[in-house]
């Protein structure tokens, strides 16, 4: 019995015997590194959004943690769309080993990085099929995904016939306008980069309207155009600063997005069909 007692109230709470509560689990060690919290929230920040909402595909509602040498790889996709993002640890892991971790543990736990400093450590420790997060004496454990995520290597374009580079906030300003009047048609919307330097996206006309924006990029190659969800648009740009470059290949070859600057993320965007 829990008594809450002040001077204008009585409060009394029953709580249930503690040899009910679960037993914590023990995860016994495997494979483990450090990463700093930062980098560790970024990595989740920057992938977890790609990941399925749906648990048709059990695989596929988690972010899948691979771990060679000093570099986490973290990789989501709902297979509409893909994120990758690369980490260099301070120290090689004595063996590789990957693992899907669920979706709404790194979820809890980006949230619980929030309040940390930029120079605390995160320790993993990978098991089975288990894991553990721990920092600054918070234990995070979480069961992990069995079954094997997919070879999304494959799906990633090895050539490219049109390549721009442009402002994150003018892209996504204009995007913004344009899936106004694309909710109707799925959200899709129309990117024409052509060697004049200007994008045009576009969106077919709707009951409620039609928008045509422009934005400046600088471009290599052929002139070239695609359909894409807009929102899937929208959700990397949020997650991107500066400039942000785009490769379009055949109107059926999925879209990649890169930061202007580093090569340690990448984003995929499966075409739609005109």
Same mark, same amino acid.
């Given at each position: 019995?829990?008594?809450?007692?002040s001077? &204008?109230?009585?409060?009394?709470?029953?709580?249930?015997?503690?040899? /009910?509560?679960?037993?914590?689990?023990?995860?016994?060690? /495997? !494979?483990?590194?450090e #990463?700093?919290?930062?980098?560790?929230?970024?990595?989740i920040?920057?992938?977890?959004?790609?990941?399925?909402? !749906?648990? &048709?595909?059990?695989?596929?509602?988690?972010?899948?943690?691979?771990?060679?040498?000093?570099?986490?790889?973290?990789?989501?996709t709902?297979?509409?769309?893909?994120? /990758?993002?690369? &980490?260099?640890?301070?120290?090689?892991? +004595?063996?590789?080993?990957?693992? #899907?971790?669920?979706?709404?543990?790194?979820?809890?736990?980006?949230?619980?990085?929030?309040?940390?400093?930029?120079?605390?450590?995160?320790?993993?420790?990978?098991?089975?099929?288990?894991?553990?997060?721990?920092?600054?004496?918070? /234990?995070?454990?979480?069961?992990?995904?069995?079954?094997?995520?997919?070879?999304?290597?494959? #799906?990633?374009?090895?050539?490219?016939?049109?390549?721009?580079?442009?402002?994150?906030?003018?892209?996504?300003?204009?995007?913004?306008?344009?899936?106004?009047?694309?909710?109707?048609?799925?959200?899709? #919307?129309?990117?024409?980069?052509?060697?004049?330097?200007?994008?045009?996206?576009?969106?077919?006309?709707?009951?409620?309207? +039609?928008?045509?924006?422009?934005?400046?990029?600088?471009? +290599?190659?052929?002139?070239?155009?695609?359909?894409?969800?807009?929102?899937?648009?929208?959700?990397?740009?949020?997650?991107?600063?500066?400039?942000?470059?785009?490769?379009?290949?055949?109107?059926?070859?999925?879209?990649?997005?890169?930061?202007?600057?580093?090569q340690?993320?990448?984003?995929?965007?499966?075409?739609?069909?005109?």
């Amino acid at each position: 019995m829990l008594h809450l007692h002040s001077s &204008t109230s009585d409060t009394k709470i029953k709580g249930i015997s503690p040899d /009910e509560f679960p037993l914590i689990p023990r995860v016994e060690k /495997e !494979t483990s590194f450090e #990463i700093s919290a930062k980098d560790f929230a970024e990595a989740i920040n920057c992938t977890v959004f790609s990941a399925a909402t !749906t648990g &048709t595909r059990p695989v596929l509602s988690g972010v899948y943690m691979n771990v060679e040498k000093d570099i986490l790889k973290m990789v989501a996709t709902d297979s509409f769309r893909l994120a /990758e993002k690369k &980490t260099k640890l301070s120290q090689k892991v +004595e063996k590789d080993v990957e693992c #899907i971790v669920p979706v709404r543990t790194l979820l809890e736990l980006g949230r619980i990085l929030d309040s940390k400093s930029d120079k605390d450590m995160v320790g993993v420790q990978i098991a089975k099929n288990q894991v553990l997060f721990t920092i600054n004496g918070v /234990e995070l454990i979480s069961r992990l995904i069995e079954g094997k995520f997919p070879d999304y290597e494959k #799906i990633i374009p090895k050539a490219t016939r049109t390549k721009f580079e442009t402002s994150v906030d003018g892209l996504q300003q204009a995007t913004k306008r344009v899936s106004l009047f694309a909710k109707e048609n799925n959200n899709s #919307i129309k990117l024409a980069a052509t060697n004049d330097g200007r994008l045009q996206i576009a969106t077919d006309e709707t009951s409620v309207g +039609e928008e045509h924006a422009e934005v400046a990029i600088k471009m +290599e190659g052929d002139n070239n155009k695609i359909a894409i969800n807009s929102q899937y648009l929208l959700d990397v740009l949020s997650h991107l600063k500066e400039n942000v470059k785009i490769e379009m290949d055949e109107k059926l070859t999925p879209v990649v997005v890169r930061p202007g600057k580093k090569q340690d993320y990448l984003y995929i965007i499966m075409p739609l069909k005109v």
